[in-house]
């Protein structure tokens, strides 16, 4: 079982709607959390931090259930340049490392 | 632009051949982590370095080995190169703090060294 799971997608979404992704986590361990994006050839960038408490930045909205293991990032008002690949992301200070999710791929259309 | 640089920035291999990759952290930054992304994959941890040495690593053999320069540069060698090993190399700098526990903070990526065995 992998450390970080999320679908695959693709989600394929037309421009102004809302989505969400979905992540889960196996170790109880992790104690970080974040979303990043990464564009197509192109290097991770981070997203956002998640908190438990939940956080938002602008139409970006990630929340972490710790009893579920379970993260969640929705994106409201979605736009064309939303495009890209989304990695869930969880960190383990213990072993010093921090896991990838193998991503959702996200394509909205016009 | 996260000031972390790799080089080279694609090569070609073949099987049976070493490879090392070279990657300049972002100023200021102490850790360097390494990953391996294939194409349709996530970035998957390989190792990080903290003060020059190894200080975690993920499900990799041991011909993937590294090194930590006193300035936080880093190489990344792979030995006896095998078909799989194509893919994406990625090198993410942060900045974690001393004792017993660890800050996993934001990573910062270069661009990635982009291997192809033959």
């Known amino acids: 079982r992998k450390e970080v799971e999320q679908d695959p997608g693709p989600f394929n979404v037309p421009e102004g709607a809302t989505v969400a992704f979905n992540c889960t986590y196996s170790n109880s361990a992790s104690q970080s959390f974040f979303w990043y994006r990464q564009d197509c050839r192109k290097e991770p960038k981070l997203l956002m931090s998640?908190?438990?408490s939940g956080n938002e930045d602008g139409r970006f909205t990630a929340q972490l259930n710790r009893a579920s293991q379970y993260i969640s990032l929705l994106i409201r008002d979605s736009k064309l340049s939303d495009s890209a690949t989304y990695l869930c992301?969880?960190?383990?200070?213990?072993?010093?490392?921090?896991?990838f999710g193998s991503g959702t791929r996200l394509s909205i259309r016009p | 632009e996260t000031g972390v640089t790799q080089s080279p920035t694609h090569l070609i291999k073949t099987r049976g051949q070493q490879v090392t990759l070279r990657c300049s952290s972002q100023s200021g930054h102490n850790t360097v982590s390494w990953y391996q992304q294939a194409l349709g994959q996530g970035p998957q941890f390989i190792f990080q370095?903290?003060?020059?040495?190894?200080?975690g690593r993920g499900n990799f053999p041991p011909r993937f080995s590294g090194l930590q320069f006193p300035n936080y540069s880093s190489e990344l060698n792979v030995n006896a190169l095998e078909l799989d090993d194509s893919a994406l190399y990625l090198c993410?700098?942060?900045?974690?703090?001393?004792?017993?526990?660890?800050?996993?903070?934001?990573?910062?990526f270069g661009e990635g060294s982009r291997l192809t065995v033959l």
């Open positions: 370095y903290y003060r020059e040495e190894e200080n």
């Open positions: 998640v908190y438990s």
């Open positions: 992301v969880a960190g383990y200070s213990s072993a010093s490392k921090i896991i």
């Open positions: 993410a700098s942060s900045i974690e703090t001393s004792g017993a526990t660890r800050n996993t903070g934001e990573l910062f």
